[in-house]
């Protein structure tokens, strides 16, 4: 064989390398993206559907703006209505009204003490004040978003009261004040998130509608 003849030779084998080489890598360029692109997919998180729904659930959440005011609400109510049932005290005559009362602050209580607990784990403000302390709050409705809050005058008007006419004046307004209590636990019930809060709802409902039964009967027996 010529001496041209080998280069010629040489120079075609090494084309035919090239070639292949260039092929191999394209091809392997090729996998790769494919191999990435399911990678990615197959991500936890990289679904941009999944992504978006999470963004949007505040991590450990599960309270919302129902069960904030709720709570920010109901305490001042509760507190309104323990100060009530302490006037019963040298006041009352009736026997009902005494256990009543007595009642009324054993269970609302320790109902405040659990309501500042969620407030002060959601990291919200509590209630600046008893709105029982406040001037404007007039019974029944008040502007305030409270129902059945008393006003000054008709607390002054039960602290001055005593024997059967503090008993009437007491189931009279406390009969409002449970109902008030009883349209803001619905509202909760229907509108809050927080399981604990709505169970809370549930048992203000029970325990007041069954008391404002039992005032009624008071009232019209005395």
Sequence with gaps: MSVSSSSATRRRTFAAVGTVAALAL????????????S???SMPGMDHGSATASASVAPGGTFNAADVEF???MIPHHQQAIEMAKLADGRAADPEIKALAAAIEKAQDPEIDTMKGWLKSWGKPLPAASMGDMPGMDHGSNGSGMPGMMSDQDMRGLEAAKGKDFDKKFAQLMIGHHEGAVTMAEAERKKGA????KKLAD????????EIEKMNKIIARL
């Design 26 to 37: 394209a091809l392997t360029a090729c996998g790769s993206s494919e191999s990435s692109t």
């Design 203 to 210: 048992a203000v409902i029970t325990a007041q509608t069954a």
């Design 71 to 73: 709570a920010q609400q």
């Design 39 to 41: 990678d990615s997919s």
């Design 194 to 197: 927080d399981a604990d809060a």
